[in-house]
């Protein structure tokens, strides 16, 4: 079985761009959270989504951050016209329902 | 408002020194208190979940110990391999909450 996926492992971008971060669940998992990881502030939570819907979006900044879990595919994070602040590790975890958080291996994001 | 500590920042250790991590935690109601691994440039890996005061869990070297008010992780005989940054997390239990809440971790260096 699997673990969690995501892609790319390593992502930069130059300011102003967008960037999109994919992650695939483990098999038979339908619940999936994005965490932002910053040296000396630790893991924070930033989303909470089941298929086709957000369920908790509380550790979102209210502009240019959405996410999304559709149907079919991996859920994306996306990030709108970056800036250097968005610069840090992006971790996506999945669980099978109210169960333990799974982690895949991130994604770091630089902005130049 | 929900909050984990742990301590030491960091520790080291010669091989086969056992000794114990801390984790101090104050959240509205426990669902759940997690314990994770992570190494340099990777995602956390999960170790164990305690879910009430008093709950013990074991793994090969590793133990987790949970009371009212924290949570140990108790390293027996260590070694080099078990060098990692060691994470603690919450659980909230509210409604539809999932979202963890991290400490900074615990940096463990064992050393042969």
């Known amino acids: 079985n699997a673990g969690v996926m995501q892609n790319p492992r390593h992502l930069v971008r130059r300011r102003g761009q967008e960037a999109r971060l994919r992650c695939s669940p483990m098999?038979?998992?339908?619940?999936v959270y994005w965490y932002r990881q910053l040296p000396e502030e630790g893991l924070k939570f930033m989303v909470y989504l089941q298929k086709e819907n957000i369920i908790d979006e509380s550790g979102m900044p209210k502009e240019r951050f959405s996410a999304e879990f559709p149907k079919e595919g991996p859920s994306i994070l996306r990030i709108q016209q970056v800036v250097r602040g968005d610069s840090a590790a992006y971790f996506c975890?999945?669980?099978?329902?109210?169960?333990?958080?799974?982690f895949g291996p991130g994604t770091r994001l630089t902005v130049l | 408002e929900d909050q984990v500590t742990q301590s030491p920042e960091a520790l080291r250790l010669q091989e086969g020194e056992s000794s114990s991590l801390n984790c101090s935690y104050t959240?509205?109601?426990?669902?759940?208190l997690f314990w994770y691994r992570q190494d340099p440039g990777k995602g956390p890996e999960f170790l164990f979940t305690?879910?009430?005061?008093?709950e013990e869990k074991e793994k090969e070297r590793l133990k987790a110990t949970l009371t009212k008010k924290e949570s140990f992780l108790h390293i027996t005989a260590p070694k080099p391999e078990d060098s990692a940054t060691y994470l603690c997390a919450v659980q909230a239990n509210a409604g539809n909450n999932r979202k963890l809440i991290w400490g900074l971790g615990t940096s463990l260096a064992v050393n042969p």
């Open positions: 959240v509205s109601g426990l669902r759940g």
């Open positions: 098999k038979g998992h339908s619940h």
């Open positions: 305690l879910y009430s005061a008093g």
């Open positions: 975890a999945s669980s099978p329902g109210m169960d333990t958080q799974y």
